[in-house]
Protein backbone atom coordinates (compact mmCIF):
# COMPACT_ATOMS: atom_id res chain seq x y z
CA UNK A 1 0.00 0.00 0.00
CA UNK A 2 1.14 3.56 -0.88
CA UNK A 3 -0.34 6.36 0.77
CA UNK A 4 0.37 10.15 -0.79
CA UNK A 5 -0.41 13.22 1.29
CA UNK A 6 -0.99 16.36 0.39
CA UNK A 7 -2.43 19.77 1.18
CA UNK A 8 -0.14 21.27 4.01
CA UNK A 9 1.30 24.88 3.63
CA UNK A 10 1.58 28.01 5.29
CA UNK A 11 -1.50 29.52 6.87
CA UNK A 12 -2.10 32.35 9.66
CA UNK A 13 -3.58 31.35 12.50
CA UNK A 14 -7.41 31.25 12.27
CA UNK A 15 -7.22 29.91 8.79
CA UNK A 16 -8.07 26.79 7.60
CA UNK A 17 -6.38 23.65 5.40
CA UNK A 18 -7.80 20.55 4.20
CA UNK A 19 -5.47 17.80 4.25
CA UNK A 20 -5.64 14.91 1.41
CA UNK A 21 -4.15 11.03 1.51
CA UNK A 22 -4.69 8.77 -1.16
CA UNK A 23 -4.03 5.17 -1.14
CA UNK A 24 -2.96 2.59 -3.77
CA UNK A 25 -2.33 -0.72 -4.13
CA UNK A 26 -4.14 -2.40 -1.07
CA UNK A 27 -8.01 -3.16 0.21
CA UNK A 28 -8.01 0.92 1.10
CA UNK A 29 -11.86 0.49 2.31
CA UNK A 30 -10.67 -2.86 4.85
CA UNK A 31 -8.11 -0.36 6.98
CA UNK A 32 -8.29 1.35 9.93
CA UNK A 33 -6.67 4.83 8.83
CA UNK A 34 -5.55 7.92 10.80
CA UNK A 35 -3.87 11.27 10.49
CA UNK A 36 -0.78 11.87 13.13
CA UNK A 37 1.46 14.71 13.27
CA UNK A 38 5.20 15.37 14.42
CA UNK A 39 6.52 19.01 15.34
CA UNK A 40 10.26 19.39 15.55
CA UNK A 41 11.84 17.83 18.39
CA UNK A 42 8.28 15.88 19.37
CA UNK A 43 7.03 12.65 19.16
CA UNK A 44 4.78 11.21 16.48
CA UNK A 45 1.03 12.68 17.74
CA UNK A 46 -2.40 10.88 17.06
CA UNK A 47 -4.25 13.50 15.26
CA UNK A 48 -7.33 11.89 14.33
CA UNK A 49 -8.67 8.44 12.74
CA UNK A 50 -11.36 5.73 12.22
CA UNK A 51 -11.50 2.26 11.68
CA UNK A 52 -12.82 0.83 8.43
CA UNK A 53 -15.71 -1.10 9.69
CA UNK A 54 -17.26 2.75 10.11
CA UNK A 55 -18.23 3.90 13.86
CA UNK A 56 -16.76 6.94 15.73
CA UNK A 57 -14.16 8.68 14.85
CA UNK A 58 -11.59 9.66 17.69
CA UNK A 59 -9.75 12.85 17.97
CA UNK A 60 -7.05 14.00 20.04
CA UNK A 61 -8.07 16.23 22.95
CA UNK A 62 -6.09 19.13 21.23
CA UNK A 63 -7.56 19.15 17.92
CA UNK A 64 -11.39 18.05 18.78
CA UNK A 65 -13.97 20.31 17.57
CA UNK A 66 -11.61 22.23 15.26
CA UNK A 67 -10.53 19.30 12.96
CA UNK A 68 -13.04 16.82 11.02
CA UNK A 69 -11.66 13.35 9.97
CA UNK A 70 -13.51 12.30 6.55
CA UNK A 71 -13.03 8.96 4.08
CA UNK A 72 -14.05 8.09 0.78
CA UNK A 73 -13.65 4.54 0.07
CA UNK A 74 -15.01 5.24 -3.60
CA UNK A 75 -12.19 7.18 -3.91
CA UNK A 76 -9.32 5.46 -1.69
CA UNK A 77 -8.95 8.50 0.43
CA UNK A 78 -9.05 10.17 3.08
CA UNK A 79 -9.27 13.83 4.52
CA UNK A 80 -8.47 16.14 7.38
CA UNK A 81 -10.19 19.45 7.63
CA UNK A 82 -8.70 21.58 9.61
CA UNK A 83 -9.97 24.95 11.02
CA UNK A 84 -9.07 27.60 13.39
CA UNK A 85 -5.92 26.69 13.17
CA UNK A 86 -3.26 27.69 15.53
CA UNK A 87 0.55 27.84 15.67
CA UNK A 88 1.02 25.10 17.80
CA UNK A 89 -0.70 22.64 15.25
CA UNK A 90 2.14 23.50 12.80
CA UNK A 91 4.10 19.93 12.42
CA UNK A 92 4.29 17.41 9.63
CA UNK A 93 1.08 15.78 9.14
CA UNK A 94 1.25 12.04 8.40
CA UNK A 95 -1.58 9.33 7.15
CA UNK A 96 -1.19 6.14 8.13
CA UNK A 97 -2.87 2.74 7.16
CA UNK A 98 -3.63 -0.63 9.54
CA UNK A 99 -4.56 -3.55 8.64
CA UNK A 100 -5.73 -4.77 11.79
CA UNK A 101 -6.92 -1.57 13.62
CA UNK A 102 -8.60 -2.25 17.22
CA UNK A 103 -9.65 0.69 19.15
CA UNK A 104 -7.66 0.06 22.05
CA UNK A 105 -4.80 0.81 19.88
CA UNK A 106 -6.02 3.52 17.55
CA UNK A 107 -4.06 6.46 19.12
CA UNK A 108 -0.41 4.09 18.98
CA UNK A 109 1.58 5.08 15.92
CA UNK A 110 2.98 1.27 16.57
CA UNK A 111 -0.52 -0.11 15.19
CA UNK A 112 -0.03 1.50 12.30
CA UNK A 113 1.36 -0.83 8.75
CA UNK A 114 1.66 1.63 6.43
CA UNK A 115 2.64 5.82 6.17
CA UNK A 116 2.66 8.49 3.69
CA UNK A 117 5.40 10.49 3.77
CA UNK A 118 4.39 13.47 5.34
CA UNK A 119 3.21 16.99 4.22
CA UNK A 120 4.57 20.32 6.01
CA UNK A 121 1.39 22.15 8.18
CA UNK A 122 2.96 25.80 9.10
CA UNK A 123 0.56 28.25 11.12
CA UNK A 124 1.82 31.70 11.54
CA UNK A 125 0.63 33.81 14.63
Known amino acids: VQLQASGGGLVQAGGSLRLSCAASGGSFSSYGMAWFRQAPGKGREFVAGRKSSGGSTYYADSVMGRFTFSRDNAKNTVYLQMNSLKPEDTAVYYC???????????????????WGQGTQVTVSS
Open 96 to 114: AASRTLILSTIRDPRAYDY
